[in-house]
């Protein structure tokens, strides 16, 4: 499939016989996975809620997976939470996204989470972490699964920024304010002795802004994000890599589902704006995929 997610392409992933196959409805069976917090899952199923009305768990060894397409928006949405897996899985289950996602927003902090299913039902249960009592459970049908899968090719990308996740909000806030079209302009730059210098602009009624931050190339090779600059020296000099306006709608949305307080944005010239967090749980992670703005 295209980078950029296009609309034409994601339906014709859908109709085409030889394209992705839609999951059928799991058959009878009997499993439960652990989450020591229902924050990660909850996050998300948040970030999934954004884009479709069902959230599909498919379920490996150690871990859940799940993935949202909007193909009218152009971006995607994929997850791994890590989590303890005993029972018979199958390949998983299809659940109600706003439903579940108010399930895991009544679990307190100190209780930990289970999902049980039995038969056509999953039960989410709410576990003391003290008294190991369960505290509260629902009971929700699992539905079947209309969806597709997206693979994306392998991408190859110009650079990589560390964003603080607080200061992205931020600054995508004050672009929104320019009353535009909801479309930002992101490029970074680069310039002598490891200078980087990422940029977003945005016009609109009341006028323009134009948003940088300055930052020297980590040993890993990402670039660290720092405050904004109310001056720019030498930024005129400095290379244009990359350039790339995209929509601000559902990045906004997406970042609203972080919790940790940086994510990782790689770009590259034609290619799908990504976002990288971690989440609360070992091993797990969230990716944003936002097609370019043309």
């Known amino acids: ?44 199923v948040h970030a999934v809620s954004q884009l479709a009305s069902r959230v599909f768990i498919h379920i490996e060894d150690d871990c859940i997976r799940t993935q949202a397409v909007d193909s009218s928006k152009s971006c995607m949405v994929t997850a791994r939470v890590s989590c303890d897996v005993s029972g018979s899985a199958a390949e998983g ?29 999953v039960g989410v249960i709410a576990v003391d972490d003290l008294t190991f009592a369960c505290n509260m459970r629902w009971e929700l049908p699992a539905l079947v699964d209309d969806g597709f899968s997206v693979q994306l090719d392998s991408l190859e990308y110009d650079g990589e920024w560390v964003y603080d996740t607080v200061t992205l909000k931020h600054d995508l806030r004050r672009c929104k304010e320019m009353d535009g079209d909801g479309v930002m302009e992101l ?24 948003v940088q931050h300055l930052s020297r190339t980590t040993d890993d090779g990402e670039e660290q994000c720092e405050t904004p600059l109310d001056t720019a020296p030498k930024i005129d000099d400095m290379a244009i890599v990359f350039s790339q306006r995209y929509s601000m709608h559902s990045l906004m949305a997406f970042l609203k589902c972080v919790e940790l307080p940086t994510v990782k944005l790689l770009v590259g010239n034609g290619q799908p704006l990504m976002l ?19």
Do not use: Y
């Not at 927003?105 to 299913?117: D, E, F, I, N």
């Not at 749980?281 to 703005?293: C, I, R």
């Open 1 to 44: 499939m295209p980078a950029d997610l296009s609309h034409e392409d994601v339906v014709r992933a859908d109709l085409d016989p030889g394209g992705p196959a839609k999951r059928p409805r799991v058959e009878s069976d009997s499993w439960t996975l652990c989450f020591p917090t229902s924050s990660a899952l909850s996050s998300v």
């Open 93 to 121: 289950v299809c659940l109600d996204a706003v439903t579940l996602l108010r399930a895991l927003r009544s679990v307190g902090a100190t209780q930990s989470v289970q999902l049980c299913k039995d038969g056509d039902t």
């Open 187 to 210: 490029q970074l730059m680069r310039g002598e002795k490891n200078i980087s210098c990422v940029q977003i602009t945005a016009e609109g009624d009341r006028g323009s802004v134009v």
């Open 276 to 294: 990288e967090t971690a989440l609360a749980a070992a091993d797990s992670k969230m990716t944003f995929v936002q097609g370019p703005q043309m």
